[in-house]
DNA sequence: ATCGATACCC
DNA sequence: GGGTATCGAT
């Protein structure tokens, strides 16, 4: 028996349209600890990571753990249909194949169930470690989105960059090449509006702005996010959710390449475990750019699915792995196992 | 070297807003006096002339007159990467093939700069001429943009009508016809909201509401829009531009037939020089229009490119040539040069 | 069908 | 000025 009382209904809601646009399907793992979820987005390329601790429910009852398969979709499609001051209840049976999503109007006067088939999804739960950050970027959500949007109607792909001046996001594009530098600032007074720059190590990273963009659909979450930067290790795009906890998304850098180095590759054959693929929905665009190798954090150690474990905490491995771009799924190219069998 | 720093930056959002749908490719003239841009749209129908003068700059300095052709298409991209609050600077090194966009956050805390690549544009300067109007009207912006986007729905065409009561919007379609009669009102309260008629003749005009809608995108230019009206003139639709300049679109009027006049023409050829040509973008509307005869203000007698003149206030002739339809380009049917080579 | 742009409302 | 909703484009 299940039942998770969550009166801010609107959270969920965000929530949803945080991640649907990257991943399809995916397990919903409920235990004492929270309800959390961590999948790869469809294209294996970039992992979403959410937890919404028991403590930020009114009312928490989960009496054992569940892994619950379901359509972000489809789910998204009936959070819509909550109003945003509804109270959301989220309810299922001992060995129901269905969920149910109950929303209370404030006033009390509209009571809706919807109740959603679940899908029998095989994932491993994916381990991801706790790393240090050679530097660590803290400015304003909505900053970052404007940013994201206005690099790419510029250019497919992101520098950051990150000096103890500030962090700077470059892009280049057929009509020509952008930069925009944040200061940092520790807005004192409004504290929502600070940007504020943790650094250890200059930091230069690549990445493809068309998953940042989907990452920015967290943005009405919070109002400010975290991204944390180290050379080989994936970013973490973080929103913080107020009282509950986070959705966290996480993003192998591209090997950045300059153009002598790029004539190379391309005489050059990209190796096998490379795994390049053609993009599967190459933009109408000059297709001049060479075919380039990548960095992936496409396989993540699987850990063995103990339980429904929640915390994210736990510090297995993660291997970084050329990357690919957006792949037609599940044209493996070597031997292992993919990691989710869903996409 | 060519810097120019403009506070209220979102001026140069709005004006690249106003002239993009209209004009794809133009140059833009940098003298001492000011910042400008002369073109005819893409299908040679109308002409747009903007003025920002080097007063209404923060900062000023143009070395020696540059004509720098850009695409507006992409220079209204970057420009939307511009903030409403920002303060816009244009920077050009002398002999580049490049301009610089810098974004100034009002903080200081964001900066932004974006390279654009000039481009070849073979254009020349087009002579406007100062004329006496029969009649000059002077309304509220939004409310011009409203009338014309209301008739747009009903029909095709606008017909003005100025007399010393008023001004008359006037249209007709398939579903019925439509006018629209603005009083002139001395608002002294609110002289924004002032309708002033200036009338030495009464005057009745034809004109494509295409158009007077693609002129209605300067609105958030000024609260006020003027419209000079004189038979066999084009009309000047003019925005000012608050300390600075203007934005103002030439277009010629269509001769207007009655029905049986038109009933004739349906029989009777169009000759030769008028030029009825296919409709490049034919709408998706019902194309039950007859083929009329129309006037076009489709030549201006090309001024020799002396210099980059400026001024619009020099006064060469305009020929009032009839008027063609959106035509395809460069399909010259006679044999005057045209005035621009861009289309 | 999805995304982006635009128009309207708060 | 921001958000939402609708419409058009890809």
Known sequence: MLELRLVQGSILKKVLEAIKDLVNDANFDCSATGFSLQAMDSSHVALVALLLRSEGFEHYRCDRNLSMGMSLTNMAKMLKCAGNDDIVTIKADDGSDT????FES??????????????????????????????????PSSEFARICKDLGTIGDTVVISVTKEGVKFSTRGDI???????????????????????MQEPVTLTFALR?????????????????????????????????MGYVRYYLAPKIEEDEEIEARVETTKPKAETKSK???????????SKPKVKKTM????????????????????????????ETKPQTATNGEAEVMDVE
């Open 99 to 102: 969920i149910t999503f109950m």
């Open 298 to 325: 496409s396989e993540l150690e699987s850990k063995p699915q103990v339980d429904t474990e929640i915390e994210a905490e736990s510090k297995p491995l993660v291997e970084i792995k050329p990357q690919e771009e």
């Open 211 to 243: 998953y940042m963009n989907s990452f920015a659909k967290a943005t009405p979450l919070a109002t400010q996010v975290t991204i944390s930067l180290s050379s080989e290790l994936p970013v973490v795009v973080e929103y913080k959710i107020a009282e």
């Open 278 to 288: 053609a993009e599967a929905k190459p933009k109408v665009e000059t297709m001049e």
């Open 106 to 139: 404030p006033t009390q006067d509209k009571i809706a169930d919807f109740e959603m088939k679940l899908m029998d999804i095989d994932s491993e739960h994916l381990g991801i470690p706790e790393a240090e950050y050679e530097a660590i970027v803290r400015m």
């Open 176 to 198: 020509g090449t952008a930069n925009i530098v944040c200061r940092q600032n520790t807005s004192i007074d409004k504290p929502e509006e600070a940007t504020i720059i943790e």
